[in-house]
């Protein structure tokens, strides 16, 4: 699978912004999909992860209450919906997803296949 994100950009304190994955492969819906975000000089975390489904969730503390991820396994794409952003939220947002990251699994090793990242900047 061959993933690539979009829709970052610049927003303000308190704003929405919605970021995309688009997934090139039909197995799309075989696997969990997950968002992660770094910034430069600091590791990739998690932010939050959507099952095959679309029925289980799992978000960061973070993010919990501000961010919602979803897909459509029919446009092979996975979304995440961010509001209230915060300046502490500016980071490249990557998407992710494979095989071994069941049980909407945290951990970045876990997932094999990721997109080229998308850079999301929110000003204060």
């Known amino acids: 699978v061959q993933l690539q994100a979009s829709g970052g950009g610049l927003v303000q304190a308190g704003g929405s912004l919605n970021v995309f994955c688009s997934a090139s492969s039909l197995i799309f819906s075989s696997y969990s999909m997950a968002w992660f975000r770094q910034v430069p000089g600091k590791e990739r975390d998690f932010v939050a992860a959507?099952?095959?489904?679309?029925?289980?969730?799992n978000y960061a503390d973070s993010v919990k209450g501000r961010f919602i991820i979803t897909r459509d396994n029919a446009k092979q794409t996975a979304y995440l919906q961010m509001s209230s952003l915060k300046p502490e939220d500016s980071a490249v947002y990557y998407c992710a997803t494979g095989p071994r990251a069941t049980h909407l699994a945290t951990n970045k090793d876990l997932y094999s296949q990721w997109g080229q990242g998308t850079l999301v900047t929110v000003s204060s």
């Open positions: 959507i099952n095959r489904s679309g029925v289980r969730k």
